[in-house]
């Protein structure tokens, strides 16, 4: 048991290893094509996001919501969903989040505030979900297209709400929450001073563990994951898969949806216009990366998070569109080698054993 | 009857081939003379596949040595392959199905004329190929129109077309009807006449005694035997497959006091009722056509009948995986029509799926999950899977059915057809139940596995369960069934007593020939 749990585990990660490595030497090559040497820009963005505290500590920030918007979407792979929509779901999460943040008075007790913020940005990003989940089972329209002309509809009708009534003046954000704060970790850890970063990491900590024991110990999640490997197989054991669509979709739509408390709640304390822009769409590259496993999910919002980070800390060297190039690079070598290292593995293994 | 003068077609010998930990072959050989038909069978798992994988240059040996009319090809691709004349005709058809007959056979090789697709040159070839083979057929029709014999005629076309002299068939009757089984047979034997060599993989005996000169048998990966067919019976050819004697027939066991027939007199109500059914296909339009039949508790009734005559659909219409336009179903008595799976279940009904793959089984879960799967209620509580409970019971279930290799936490991709079959029917002979849908329980199962299932279902049938079986292998049909009823465009063109019914009989009701109102 234990040398197969090794071997699951060198499946998972070798792969992603060499994926990266693949990454870097592409990356090589576009800072040696920059006219800059490949080893100091390295340095630079190592230094400038696990180096330092305050670099650190927008890593984990960033690595919060692509947490979020991951596992969302891992849930839906897992179900045989692709939810396409995890950006215009934490976009509703973090409004709902706000709008109840600032109706509650400013005496309600933190933890109780800070659970129904946590409720209402679920229901509010399941709620968007349902959508796409309702047209899917009752008239068979495809979630791919449903989720991505929803985020067009959800965005723009949240960006008038927005404009129209709920902005300060001079301002494109909601008011201030009254109730309902996360703290930061710089209260705990003074050394993340002035960093993002905020208790809602330990949500997305729990929300894992949450997650990981449902879609594999439950026999919700058991179901779940029968369905989305075989639908055809769950539907003639008795399982209803369209039910379990139904449930999967809203669940996806609810974690990307409480997403949305690692801004609203943790770090500037209110809703604003696109203060998650692109992390539902790399949220994918972050379940892809993953493994659709919460924590692999983890794992791989770090990496994307550090990325993210180390583009602005190279900006002095280089143009920080070579970290989102770097971002894409991985990407592609993980979707392209990942299956293929996979393969190699399993045949060097087999030479071993033979 | 090998003349040393003479170059073998095929020759492979000491063929070691491993997947991880399995050996697929270890010590296979196999050497087929020119113009010999050539049969080449063992148990599922046995490494049939894997030698021919390897010898149409799909996969490389590990070792061992491999020649082509004496010309050494060891460890050659694909391509090398097929230039020198070996077509491999797969079990599962690879067609295109919104192409025409000819532009599938052409695919790869099109006949172009200024630089386009040269659409009457490819009817022509078609044509012309089809008269020197018997194989005729329309090559102007959509490969969506054709029956499955006739897409098979299509497949073995296609590598005729790229020049196969040596032709390996993987298992080809197997979805074929008796008359178009008849008809391949007259193919084949002229193509031997005409100095072909044909390489066919099959697990029906019959077909090997009708048909081949020569036999391989493999076992476990090696090559146990290398038999002449007018020298040797079934019953030497099956025990060299497994290694022991086998019963052939289950009706012998039967005989035999194995399991004796139960009174169907013995409970008042039906185990199951249909009254009428009516199921509708989109495109097809009445696929069950008001079928109404009863099975009686300890009965088999068997349903004969070629494929896609509906029998597909009639039972997943009892399964609750169809809808029905009109009639009932009752399982004891109980109006089930308006249930949904996990209802019927309940109520007693168990399913063996035409299709394990598809249905049977998620391939991508471990045994031991796909062990409860429809049952995970009872391994559960509060919401929770119970590990061990599931554990536990994987491990006695694969026990008794003597699933291979015994690994619960192995995923069900792994293991062979036969092995997977029998995953299945742990499953939903695993418990409690009163009726029990059979589709296909054998298909594409060796010899071993298919009388370990015989016996389940007759077991079953002793216990006083209502057995409704759908086969399309008339001998398995015949032999387990106390009445047979043939399928006919939906209906049921006779029913008939299984002592009294003969292969001719049912074969004229199967195409068509006869009909009789059946009320």
Same mark, same amino acid.
């Given at each position: 048991?234990?040398?197969?749990?090794?071997?699951?585990?060198?499946?998972?990660?070798?792969?992603?290893?060499?994926?990266?490595?693949?990454?870097?030497?592409?990356?090589?090559?576009?800072?040696?094509?920059?006219?800059?040497?490949?080893?100091?820009?390295?340095?630079?963005?190592?230094?400038?996001?696990?180096?330092?505290?305050?670099?650190?500590?927008?890593?984990?920030?960033?690595?919060?919501?692509?947490?979020?918007?991951?596992?969302?979407?891992?849930?839906?792979?897992?179900?045989?969903?692709?939810? =396409?929509?995890?950006?215009?779901?934490?976009?509703?999460?973090?409004?709902?989040?706000?709008?109840?943040?600032?109706?509650?008075?400013?005496?309600?007790?933190?933890?109780?505030?800070?659970?129904?913020? =946590?409720?209402?940005?679920?229901?509010?990003?399941?709620?968007?979900?349902?959508?796409?989940?309702?047209?899917?089972?009752?008239?068979?329209?495809?979630?791919?297209?449903?989720?991505?002309?929803?985020?067009?509809?959800?965005?723009?009708?949240?960006?008038?709400?927005?404009?129209?009534?709920?902005?300060?003046?001079?301002?494109?954000?909601?008011?201030?929450?009254?109730?309902?704060?996360?703290?930061?970790?710089?209260?705990?850890?003074?050394?993340?001073?002035?960093?993002?970063?905020?208790?809602? =990491?330990?949500?997305?900590?729990?929300?894992?563990?949450?997650?990981?024991?449902?879609?594999?110990?439950?026999?919700?999640?058991?179901?779940?994951?029968?369905?989305?490997?075989?639908?055809?197989?769950?539907?003639?054991?008795?399982?209803?898969?369209?039910?379990?669509?139904?449930?999967?979709?809203?669940?996806?739509?609810?974690?990307?949806?409480?997403?949305?408390?690692?801004?609203?709640?943790?770090?500037?304390?209110?809703?604003?216009?696109?203060?998650?822009?692109?992390?539902?769409?790399?949220? =994918?590259?972050?379940?892809?990366?993953?493994?659709?496993?919460?924590?692999?999910?983890?794992?791989?919002?770090?990496?994307?998070?550090?990325?993210?980070?180390?583009?602005?800390?190279?900006?002095?060297?280089?143009?920080?569109?070579?970290?989102?190039?770097?971002?894409?690079?991985?990407?592609?070598?993980?979707?392209?080698?990942?299956?293929?290292?996979?393969?190699?593995?399993?045949?060097?293994?087999?030479?071993?054993?033979? | 009857?090998?003349? #040393?003068?003479?170059?073998?077609?095929?020759?492979?010998?000491?063929?070691?081939?491993?997947?991880?930990?399995?050996?697929?072959?270890?010590?296979?050989?196999?050497?087929?003379?020119?113009?010999?038909?050539?049969?080449?069978?063992?148990?599922?798992?046995?490494?049939?596949?894997?030698?021919?994988?390897? !010898?149409?240059?799909?996969?490389?040996?590990?070792?061992?040595?491999?020649?082509?009319?004496?010309?050494?090809?060891?460890?050659?691709?694909?391509?090398?392959?097929?230039?020198?004349?070996?077509?491999?005709?797969? *079990?599962?058809?690879?067609?295109?199905?919104?192409?025409?007959?000819?532009?599938?056979?052409? !695919?790869?090789?099109? #006949?172009?004329?200024?630089?386009?697709?040269?659409?009457?040159?490819?009817?022509?070839?078609?044509?012309?190929?089809?008269?020197?083979?018997?194989?005729?057929?329309?090559?102007?029709?959509?490969?969506?129109?054709?029956?499955?014999?006739?897409?098979?005629?299509?497949?073995?076309?296609?590598?005729?077309?790229?020049?196969?002299?040596?032709?390996?068939?993987?298992?080809?009757?197997?979805?074929?009807?008796?008359?178009?089984?008849?008809?391949?047979?007259?193919?084949?034997?002229?193509?031997?006449?005409?100095?072909?060599?044909?390489?066919?993989?099959?697990?029906?005996?019959?077909?090997?005694?009708?048909?081949?000169?020569?036999?391989?048998?493999?076992?476990?990966?090696?090559?146990?035997?290398?038999?002449?067919?007018?020298?040797?019976?079934?019953?030497?050819?099956?025990?060299?497959?497994?290694?022991?004697?086998?019963?052939?027939?289950?009706?012998?066991?039967?005989?035999?006091?194995?399991?004796?027939?139960?009174?169907?007199?013995?409970?008042?109500?039906?185990?199951?009722?249909?009254?009428?059914?009516?199921?509708?296909?989109?495109?097809?339009?009445?696929?069950?056509?008001?079928?109404?039949?009863?099975?009686?508790?300890?009965?088999?009734?068997?349903?004969?009948?070629?494929?896609?005559?509906?029998?597909?659909?009639?039972?997943?219409?009892?399964?609750?995986?169809?809808?029905?336009?009109?009639?009932?179903?009752?399982?004891?008595?109980?109006?089930?029509?308006?249930?949904?799976?996990?209802?019927?279940?309940?109520?007693?009904?168990?399913?063996? #799926?035409?299709?394990?793959?598809?249905?049977?089984?998620?391939?991508?879960?471990?045994?031991?999950?796909?062990?409860?799967?429809?049952?995970?209620?009872?391994?559960?509580?509060?919401?929770?899977?119970?590990?061990?409970?599931?554990?536990?019971?994987?491990?006695?279930?694969?026990?008794?059915?003597?699933?291979?290799?015994?690994?619960?936490?192995?995923?069900?991709?792994?293991?062979?057809?036969?092995?997977?079959?029998?995953?299945?029917?742990?499953?939903?002979?695993?418990?409690?139940?009163?009726?029990? !849908?059979?589709?296909?329980?054998?298909?594409?199962?060796?010899?071993?596995?298919?009388?370990?299932?015989?016996?389940?279902?007759?077991?079953?049938?002793?216990?006083?369960?209502?057995?409704?079986?759908?086969?399309?292998?008339?001998?398995?049909?015949?032999?387990?069934?106390?009445?047979?009823?043939?399928?006919?465009?939906?209906?049921?063109?006779?029913?008939?007593?299984?002592?009294?019914?003969?292969?001719? *009989?049912?074969?004229?009701?199967?195409?068509?020939?006869?009909?009789?109102?059946?009320?």
């Amino acid at each position: 048991m234990s040398a197969q749990f090794r071997a699951q585990l060198e499946e998972a990660i070798i792969p992603t290893v060499i994926a990266l490595l693949i990454a870097i030497i592409c990356g090589d090559l576009l800072i040696i094509s920059y006219g800059q040497a490949p080893g100091p820009v390295y340095r630079m963005l190592l230094e400038g996001t696990w180096g330092n505290w305050y670099g650190f500590g927008q890593v984990l920030y960033k690595a919060t919501t692509l947490a979020f918007t991951g596992m969302a979407i891992a849930v839906g792979l897992r179900a045989g969903l692709f939810n =396409i929509g995890a950006e215009s779901q934490i976009a509703a999460g973090g409004l709902a989040a706000a709008m109840v943040g600032i109706w509650l008075p400013a005496a309600t007790p933190g933890i109780i505030a800070i659970l129904v913020c =946590i409720i209402a940005a679920g229901v509010m990003g399941g709620g968007v979900a349902a959508i796409p989940a309702v047209l899917k089972t009752k008239f068979g329209a495809h979630e791919v297209i449903v989720t991505i002309m929803l985020n067009f509809i959800v965005l723009a009708f949240i960006n008038w709400l927005i404009t129209a009534h709920l902005h300060q003046p001079e301002s494109v954000h909601t008011a201030t929450i009254h109730a309902g704060f996360l703290p930061r970790l710089q209260e705990f850890f003074p050394a993340f001073h002035g960093a993002a970063a905020n208790l809602s =990491i330990l949500v997305a900590i729990l929300v894992a563990i949450a997650l990981w024991y449902f879609l594999f110990k439950s026999r919700s999640g058991y179901e779940l994951r029968a369905a989305g490997l075989q639908p055809e197989a769950a539907e003639y054991s008795g399982i209803s898969v369209h039910n379990v669509w139904m449930k999967a979709m809203i669940l996806s739509g609810a974690i990307a949806g409480i997403g949305g408390i690692n801004f609203v709640l943790g770090y500037e304390h209110y809703y604003e216009d696109g203060f998650a822009t692109g992390a539902g769409f790399l949220g =994918i590259a972050v379940a892809l990366v993953g493994r659709n496993n919460p924590f692999g999910v983890l794992v791989a919002a770090l990496l994307f998070a550090t990325l993210s980070q180390g583009g602005l800390a190279i900006h002095a060297f280089v143009p920080k569109q070579i970290a989102d190039v770097l971002q894409a690079i991985v990407i592609i070598a993980i979707s392209a080698a990942v299956p293929e290292v996979r393969r190699l593995l399993l045949a060097s293994r087999k030479r071993v054993t033979a | 009857m090998t003349s #040393p003068s003479v170059t073998p077609a095929i020759r492979m010998t000491g063929i070691e081939k491993s997947y991880g930990p399995v050996h697929a072959n270890s010590g296979a050989s196999l050497e087929v003379m020119p113009g010999e038909i050539h049969a080449l069978v063992g148990e599922n798992g046995a490494g049939k596949s894997t030698l021919m994988k390897i !010898l149409g240059g799909l996969q490389a040996p590990d070792s061992g040595k491999m020649e082509v009319n004496g010309r050494d090809v060891t460890g050659w691709t694909t391509p090398d392959a097929i230039k020198a004349g070996i077509g491999i005709v797969h *079990q599962h058809f690879m067609l295109v199905p919104t192409l025409t007959v000819a532009e599938n056979i052409v !695919l790869g090789m099109e #006949p172009t004329k200024s630089g386009l697709f040269d659409g009457d040159a490819a009817n022509a070839a078609v044509e012309k190929l089809g008269r020197d083979t018997g194989l005729i057929i329309a090559p102007k029709r959509k490969v969506a129109d054709l029956s499955v014999g006739e897409a098979q005629r299509v497949e073995i076309l296609k590598v005729l077309f790229r020049g196969a002299k040596i032709l390996i068939l993987d298992e080809p009757t197997a979805v074929l009807s008796p008359p178009e089984v008849k008809e391949l047979w007259a193919v084949m034997r002229r193509m031997r006449d005409n100095g072909g060599t044909i390489v066919l993989i099959t697990h029906r005996l019959d077909e090997v005694m009708d048909l081949t000169d020569v036999i391989t048998v493999m076992r476990a990966g090696k090559t146990v035997g290398k038999l002449v067919t007018r020298n040797t019976t079934p019953a030497e050819i099956a025990k060299e497959m497994v290694g022991r004697e086998v019963v052939l027939s289950a009706r012998d066991k039967m005989k035999s006091g194995v399991s004796a027939p139960v009174k169907t007199a013995a409970r008042a109500s039906a185990g199951l009722e249909l009254r009428n059914v009516v199921v509708t296909d989109p495109l097809r339009g009445r696929v069950v056509d008001n079928v109404s039949f009863m099975v009686a508790p300890g009965e088999i009734l068997g349903i004969a009948g070629v494929e896609g005559n509906g029998q597909t659909e009639l039972i997943e219409a009892i399964a609750g995986l169809r809808k029905l336009v009109s009639g009932t179903i009752s399982i004891d008595g109980k109006d089930v029509s308006y249930f949904d799976v996990a209802h019927r279940r309940e109520v007693g009904l168990t399913h063996i #799926p035409e299709d394990r793959h598809r249905r049977g089984l998620v391939l991508d879960y471990s045994v031991a999950n796909n062990l409860v799967l429809g049952v995970q209620n009872r391994f559960s509580s509060g919401g929770v899977l119970n590990e061990r409970k599931i554990g536990d019971y994987s491990a006695k279930q694969v026990a008794a059915y003597d699933i291979r290799p015994p690994i619960s936490a192995a995923y069900a991709r792994g293991f062979s057809g036969g092995n997977q079959q029998k995953i299945v029917l742990a499953r939903e002979m695993g418990h409690g139940f009163t009726v029990l !849908l059979a589709s296909q329980p054998t298909r594409g199962v060796d010899v071993g596995a298919i009388e370990f299932i015989h016996a389940q279902l007759l077991a079953a049938r002793g216990e006083g369960k209502a057995i409704l079986l759908v086969s399309a292998e008339l001998n398995e049909v015949m032999a387990l069934s106390d009445r047979i009823a043939v399928m006919y465009r939906g209906q049921f063109a006779a029913v008939v007593d299984a002592a009294t019914a003969t292969t001719e *009989q049912l074969g004229e009701y199967m195409i068509g020939a006869k009909k009789e109102s059946v009320a």
